[in-house]
């Protein structure tokens, strides 16, 4: 039989030439043309192709309900999500390895069954043995779901054809499925590609939602140039510090959501336990009175959450100064470093800065300043800020406080937690509304960073 011819193809525009060049004539860039022969890319198991058929169009307007979502009865989940599973989507849940991506996909897919909807599960890393085991400890051993061990994704894509009653479908992980019309290994871009590829449409023919775990390698993508990022419905990642007992799970990319909520996790011996109020957890371990450590009333999509930020200042030995953040951004904090040097005459040039965000969260808020600038402030003085204070409000570059959202909601959680007084950017009188305090929280308002100095 004649070997297929094989064509070559731009990665840039897509043009298909017979022959290798090293610029393409179509668009002009060097070094884009790679070989393509006809049974690879994604669609491996695509079968012959039939005879065009045309699309049919419809209204734009049609029926516009609210996509359906199945609850995964894990609230914490749930609420990342965007309220549960949505028929037909694909969600992929990226993170390091062991951080507890297989403990939260197990226990979704009991919580599933539980809820009297068909689960199965696909496992390519672990032998059901190994799976029957993990649900033994997480004590969900008598969950009705169904269970394979398999990588063969012809195989899987068969037994899948017929699970269109299905709730969930998990492939843990992607990197391990195969695809034997494709030559390279397990894990390789095209594989993961081509596989995730099958996957989603069988997903979207079938109407059940296909979780795909992924790992993060090393350089903190999931395999393949973020190829499944742009392919998924939704992207979630689970982080923390395998030290810490936190797990955050946090929406990256939600089609049928909002993107900024997280879900708070606890890593205990049997299994994630659901942390339905973060802040108490993230302040467990807060000890007052030293200096150096402020409160900070952030929030983390619609929900408040309260963090300490720490700060130390360490004698600098000579050469350049360190500056050390874990949990926040360190271009951020040379920024305010700067602005507490120059607008508020602190001196700091001759000390290490080391600043931690205790709990292994990680923030994203410019609300943060406020309350970084007070940590260091406290750590240069050596005097504790008040342990009944929590700090909101964004620094700007000649020292002055800026209002940041929310502002209500993160005084109310402050009260929540028995605080008794919040220092924050001070009301400007531009028809503002004003602000209602929660009882028995005090207002300190500042205008400028100088006021947390002075
Ligand atoms: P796992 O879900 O296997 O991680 P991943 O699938 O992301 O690689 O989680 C493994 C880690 O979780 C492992 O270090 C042990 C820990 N663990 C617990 O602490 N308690 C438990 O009940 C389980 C099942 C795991
Ligand atoms: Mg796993």
């Known amino acids: 039989m004649a070997k297929p011819a094989s064509r070559f193809v731009c990665t840039n525009c897509g043009a298909v030439t017979p022959k290798w060049n090293g610029r393409c004539e179509t668009c002009g860039e060097w070094n884009t043309i790679v070989e393509d022969t006809p049974d690879s890319g994604p669609g491996g198991l695509q079968k012959p192709r039939s005879a065009a058929r045309k699309i049919a169009f419809v209204d734009l307007a049609g029926t516009a309900a609210p996509p359906p979502r199945a609850p995964t009865g894990i609230a914490e989940l749930d609420r990342v999500l965007g309220g549960g599973l949505v028929p037909g989507s694909a969600v992929l849940l990226g993170g390091d390895p062991g951080i507890g991506k297989s403990t939260l996909l197990l226990q979704a897919a009991a919580a599933l069954t539980g809820l009297g909807r ?250 943060a300043d406020l309350a970084v600038a007070a940590a260091v402030v406290s750590a240069a003085a050596d005097q504790p800020t008040d342990p009944a204070m929590v700090f909101f409000g964004e620094v700007g ?13 993160r005084l109310k959680e402050a009260q929540k937690l028995g605080f008794g007084c919040a220092c924050l950017p001070r009301r400007v009188a531009r028809g503002n509304r004003p602000l209602a305090a929660p009882e028995g929280l005090a207002l300190q308002e500042i205008g400028h960073l100088g006021d947390l100095v002075g």
């Open 118 to 367: 068909r689960v199965l599960y696909v496992s390519g890393e672990e032998s059901v043995e190994q799976v029957r085991l993990r649900a033994r400890r997480l004590g969900l051993a008598e969950a009705k779901m169904e269970l394979a061990a398999a990588i063969n994704l012809r195989d899987i894509a068969a037994s899948l054809e017929d699970a269109k009653d299905a709730a969930l479908v998990v492939i843990d992980s992607i990197q391990t499925m195969w695809l034997d019309s494709i030559d390279s290994a397990p894990g390789t871009v095209s594989q993961v590609r081509a596989a995730a590829f099958e996957l989603i449409r069988l997903a979207k023919t079938n109407r059940f939602a296909v979780a795909l775990v992924g790992h993060v390698t090393k350089e903190g993508a999931i395999a393949g140039p973020r190829v499944l990022e742009h392919m998924v419905d939704a992207v979630l990642y689970f982080e923390g510090d395998r030290g810490h007992q936190f797990r955050i799970l946090r929406g990256v990319k939600n089609r049928f959501g909002a993107t900024d909520e997280i879900g708070v996790f606890e890593m205990t011996e049997t299994g994630l336990a659901e942390v339905p109020n973060p802040s108490a957890l993230f302040l467990a371990e807060r000890r007052g009175n030293v200096s150096g450590s402020a409160v900070f009333a952030g929030l983390e999509g619609t929900r408040p959450v309260l963090v300490e930020v720490q700060c130390l200042l360490a004698p600098n030995a000579g050469g350049s100064p360190r500056r050390s953040v874990v949990g926040w951004d360190s271009g951020r904090l040379a920024m305010l470093l700067a602005v507490l040097e120059t607008r508020c005459g602190l001196r700091l040039n001759a000390s290490d800065v080391y600043l931690n965000i205790a709990g292994g969260l990680r923030i994203a808020e410019p609300a």
């Open 397 to 409: 570059l000649s020292g002055e406080i800026r209002q940041v959202a929310q502002a209500e909601s």
